[in-house]
């Protein structure tokens, strides 16, 4: 099985604790999730962000229901998490986020590494849906996370090679 990536980066002008501290909420991933998705956290309040902690989410993914449940598996603020999916449409995901200081502001840098399942028809699909998806989602987001932290939108793909 491929192991596919996308990378991508946004800069802010705000601190890495300024901007470390949006994405420390997990419920802010419902704000910064296209609405298409219908995404909503399920893990009660409070969610104490650290090294291990189980987070459970609800979507909507091309009209269908899914679960997806994450682990955080480094957490290392303010300049770095990784959420890993025990649960979801993913044989693979591992969402890393990095928050680096630069230029009076914040390089926020996402690496996703995933494969999709069933062989050659998970495949068939990524590059017919999920590839062109998985832009959408964090062009979206990026927008969405410039307006959480009430700043102007910069941000750029590093790779789009493969998502």
Not at 36 to 48: A, F, N
Not at 78 to 102: A, E, I, K, M, N
Request: aromatic share 10%.
């Amino acid at each position: 099985m491929t192991v596919h990536a996308l990378e991508c980066e946004q800069w802010v002008r705000c601190s890495p604790e300024t901007t470390f501290e949006l994405f420390s909420d997990a419920f802010a991933l419902e704000r910064i999730t296209p609405p298409w998705l219908s995404i909503r956290v399920l893990s009660s309040r409070p969610i104490e962000m650290r090294a291990g902690v189980l987070i459970t989410y609800a979507l909507r993914l091309h009209g269908l229901p899914l679960k997806w449940l994450t682990r955080i598996e480094v957490w290392d603020p303010p300049y770095r998490f990784v959420d890993v999916q025990l649960q979801g449409p993913y044989r693979q995901w591992v969402h890393s986020h990095t928050f680096v200081p630069q230029n009076a502001g914040t390089a926020i840098v996402d690496r996703v590494r995933y494969q999709l399942p069933l062989g050659a028809l998970g495949e068939l699909a990524r590059m017919t849906i999920v590839r062109r998806d998985l832009e959408r989602i964090f062009d979206y987001r990026q927008g969405a996370v410039a307006r959480a932290l009430g700043v102007p939108r910069e941000a750029r793909f590093l790779s789009r090679k493969a998502p």
